[in-house]
């Protein structure tokens, strides 16, 4: 598979529980971005890096989110101590060329 | 602030009729503007760009694309409608002056029902 692959799918957690989610991107893709999808909204950018350096962050990405994208080549995004409103789609895409971007399936995420 | 406008949460069309979803923009400078579509569960699929040039842009599926400056839109457009075009589309702008590396900022969706 050479698109962009996103882990889990699904994610059900408790409020108050930590939870990370994996984006593998495109081989060689050197920009990863990171969007959160609540329904029946448009994806908001929450993040993005070149390689390994995070050049931009969202002010929708509080402190309890952190994103990492070691070696410049797979990314992980955590959120800790999970609230309700934190239940969204969380998309990762990356960009390999000029207004090229590849987004992945997504993970879903449910806080109960 | 930059900003993508879809101002129909719904648009109902026949199938075989042609479909139109409409995207207004708000961006200073020169945008960069693209439609993607959503089905269930699933990622983003691009459909088409304008980066310059010709105003009409063709992409997949047979879809196209208008960009009038003047009116700041960049409708979407496909001929004859089949059921399966059935999805949520996004319109989303990238900022001008990155040379195309730069986040997307979209608009909120047109979920698009094509009845056979």
């Known amino acids: 598979d050479t698109g962009v692959s996103q882990n889990p799918r699904h994610k059900i957690t408790k409020r108050g529980q930590n939870v990370t989610f994996r984006c593998d991107p495109i081989s060689e893709h050197n920009r990863l971005y990171w969007y959160r999808q609540t329904l029946g909204q448009g994806p908001e950018f929450l993040t993005y890096?070149?390689?390994?350096?995070?050049?931009?962050k969202s002010r929708l990405l509080s402190d309890r989110f952190s994103a990492e994208r070691p070696k410049g080549s797979f990314s992980t995004l955590e959120i800790q101590r999970t609230e309700q409103g934190d239940s969204a789609m969380y998309l990762c895409?990356?960009?390999?060329?000029?207004?090229?971007?590849?987004f992945g399936s997504g993970t879903r995420l449910t806080v109960v | 602030a930059q900003s993508v406008a879809q101002p129909e949460d719904q648009v109902n069309v026949a199938e075989g009729n042609p479909l139109t979803v409409k995207c207004t923009y708000s961006?200073?400078?020169?945008?960069?503007l693209f439609w993607y579509v959503q089905y269930p569960n699933r990622g983003l699929q691009f459909l088409l760009k304008?980066?310059?040039?010709?105003?009409l842009v063709k992409g997949s599926y047979g879809f196209e694309a208008e960009f009038n400056k003047s009116q700041t839109s960049f409708h979407l457009k496909k001929p004859s409608a089949l059921v399966s075009d059935s999805a949520l589309y996004f319109c989303a702008v990238s900022p001008p002056f990155s040379g195309g590396y730069n986040k997307l900022i979209f608009g909120a969706g047109t979920r698009l029902a094509v009845h056979p």
């Open positions: 304008y980066i310059t040039g010709d105003n």
């Open positions: 890096f070149q390689n390994e350096a995070q050049l931009e």
């Open positions: 961006v200073s400078g020169n945008p960069y």
């Open positions: 895409a990356t960009q390999g060329s000029a207004y090229g971007y590849t």
